[in-house]
């Protein structure tokens, strides 16, 4: 959702245009009040996900009219604009609910600034309320697991697990739901009206990963050009969620112990020690035990984030979940689109059945929504489900030939994983078992070699890594 409505409240009619028409340039929807009544008035009738709200005004002051705003809509982001004698009560403001002040006179260029930290946290906040929906209001994992399951004991030590504040370390293959874990925990904590933050470790180099977790000073670094909040401040009295965190850096380690120890740490070129209460969960579809013993993860790390573990079963240990998910997927699926009416023969359960499932029980939602969209059958067959599955199966002798080097087999297998995951490097890095890091050094390499691959193709690859970085790096 992000910012869609802005209201500009200013009774200085060249002040209150000024900044109109250039968040309208901007492409935002505007509206305009010129004194405190009408602003209010205005705020009852519409939802403004941001306010910019003059301090002095007549007939209404702009303390009163923040009041008012926070009492019609809690989350509308309210920035205060104000003279510079009077920032005594812009904090007075700030501590009554305003996220921000500016001082008059101010540039587009710190408004644009401004803005873009208010989409992060606005992001966060769609994010929270995505989720807390989704879980508050279904037991969606519940039901699509057998009680003889192995998940089933897993599950059910979900709410005794989020009554205590103890780091938590999930374990699983990937695919096997350790995010939807995690939120489970969440929402069943006395945390769960708190920020619910999530950081993907696998996704971020180490200095923009240290930036995401702890945020940063102004001009710390070559384009750090505005204070930045971190993670961990953002998830302050909440809980944060390390997705993949096997794959960080020795560094980032190192700081990450000292949070989890002293609940304190510094934004990156700052002095300040900022002092935090959050709750950790950790995913990781590695073995951490193995990393240690190749000196890849520190192991009193290890030790803080695994007070409570949480090993989730590959779908191929327990498939009696197996007919109770295929069930669930496809009837959620046939229901958003108008076709036959389907379900799955007894023989066709069969071969899901008797599948092992290397991507679990994502491959097998991908499975079902794909049977959907492409069969025009009332009832599901063996020959479906053999068609597609065998597609996702490794070749018998996996595409090898005499006269190729190690090196060749390696290229060809990253390429083909990658045009299996549509080129998304993430998921190939996962399934290689390399971090993503270690892939975008190998395509690199590849290209430096003047490789057999068709070079516009590389040229693609190493373009999207570029437009990757850049994006994190936002």
């Known amino acids: ?144 697991i057998d009680k003889r399951s192995k998940m089933f004991e897993v599950l059910n030590d979900v709410k005794r697990i989020a009554q205590s504040k103890a780091s938590v370390l999930i374990q699983g293959e990937s695919g096997t739901g350790k995010e939807l874990v995690a939120h489970s925990i969440y929402s069943n904590s006395q945390r769960k009206s708190k920020p619910f933050i999530k950081v993907n470790c696998a996704a971020l180099s180490e200095s923009l990963l240290e930036s995401e977790l702890f945020g940063h000073e102004r001009g710390s670094f070559t384009g750090a050009d505005a204070k930045r909040t971190g993670r961990f401040e953002l998830a302050d009295g909440g809980t944060l969620l390390l997705d993949e965190i096997s794959e960080i850096s020795p560094k980032i380690q190192a700081k990450l112990l000292r949070v989890l120890e002293q609940e304190e740490f510094e934004r990156v070129g700052g002095s300040k020690t900022l002092k ?56 959620k699926y046939k229901s958003e689109i108008d076709i036959p009416l389907k379900s799955i023969s007894k023989e066709a359960m069969n071969v899901l059945v008797q599948y092992d499932w290397r991507g679990n029980v994502r491959e097998m939602k991908n499975l079902m929504h794909r049977c959907t969209v492409m069969i025009d059958s009332e009832v599901l067959l063996p020959e479906h489900f053999e068609h597609m599955l065998s597609a996702n199966e490794p070749s018998k002798n996996g595409g090898l030939s005499v006269g190729q080097t190690i090196e060749d087999v390696e290229r060809e297998l990253i390429y083909k994983t990658l045009e299996n995951t549509g080129g998304n490097k993430t998921r190939a890095a996962e399934i290689l078992d390399v971090t993503p890091r270690t892939l975008r050094n190998k395509l690199s390499r590849y290209k430096s070699l003047q490789s057999d691959y068709d070079m516009n193709a590389d040229t693609e690859i190493d373009e999207e890594c570029a437009v990757e970085e850049e994006s994190f790096s936002r």
């Open 1 to 144: 959702m992000g910012i869609e409505k802005i209201l500009v409240v200013d009774d200085d009619d060249l002040s209150r245009s000024y900044l109109s028409e250039a968040l309208q340039r901007d492409g935002y929807s505007v509206d305009n009040a010129c004194d405190g009544q009408e602003a209010v008035s205005m705020v009852e009738k519409q939802n403004y996900d941001l306010v910019f709200l003059d301090m002095r005004m007549p007939k209404m002051g702009g303390l009163k009219v923040l009041e008012r705003v926070k009492k019609t809509s809690k989350e509308t982001t309210v920035v205060i604009m104000t003279a510079y004698g009077s920032i005594e009560s812009a904090v007075e403001a700030m501590q009554k609910g305003a996220y921000e002040y500016i001082i008059k006179p101010f540039s587009l260029d710190n408004i644009e600034l401004l803005l873009k930290r208010i989409q992060e946290r606005q992001s966060l906040i769609d994010e929270n309320k995505y989720w807390r929906s989704r879980l508050d209001n279904s037991g969606e994992y519940e039901l699509v």
């Open 276 to 331: 935090v209460d959050v709750r950790v969960i950790a995913t990781t579809n590695r073995n951490i035990l193995r990393e240690i013993e190749k000196n890849n993860f520190r192991q009193d790390l290890y030790f803080r984030l695994n007070v409570i573990p949480v090993i989730l079963p590959p779908l191929r240990e327990r498939r009696d979940d197996i007919p109770v998910l295929a069930e669930y997927f496809l009837n």
